[in-house]
């Protein structure tokens, strides 16, 4: 099985909220989920898209296609479609975003780049997203703690 984040743990097991390393694909593929949508889907169709790969070319093309047609399955509707960004922010080892500076400094933390640059690419994207505005953000102090951030 996939490892998960230990800040996930309070829903993992049920797979209730969409974890961080599904999230990261549905941004590779420029999906959007919705989690009423995500909830109306079983237990073995999250499991899959927890474990199916989206990495190469043919991975992500698949990973978008299996995912559009269980949402029409389950909801009868399209998803939402997103841009792909060619250069995403969390491939990025040399440039840490303001919005996780800023979320840092809140939280009486500085990220200092060789501590960015050790992180991969699902770690930083976690931390991207637990920092943007609107988002709940009581993870972000987890997900620093359990990335030795702190």
Not at 19 to 36: A, F, N
Not at 38 to 64: D, F, G, H, K, S
């Amino acid at each position: 099985m996939a490892d998960f984040f230990k800040f996930e743990a309070d829903f993992v097991d049920s797979l209730r909220c969409i974890p961080m390393q599904v999230r990261y694909k549905l941004d590779t593929c420029g999906i959007k989920l919705k989690l009423s949508d995500w909830n109306q889907m079983t237990q073995a169709e999250r499991e899959a898209l927890v474990e199916l790969p989206c990495t190469t070319t043919a991975e992500i093309q698949y990973y978008q296609e299996y995912i559009q047609q269980l949402i029409v399955n389950r909801t009868g509707t399209l998803p939402t479609t997103l841009p792909i960004e060619s250069e995403p922010a969390w491939l990025d080892s040399k440039a840490i975003p303001i919005s996780i500076q800023d979320k840092a400094q809140e939280t009486g933390v500085i990220v200092t780049l060789s501590q960015w640059e050790n992180l991969s690419p699902l770690q930083r994207f976690a931390l991207i997203k637990l920092s943007r505005s609107g988002h709940e953000n009581k993870n972000f102090p987890k997900a620093i703690a359990e990335f030795n951030i702190v």
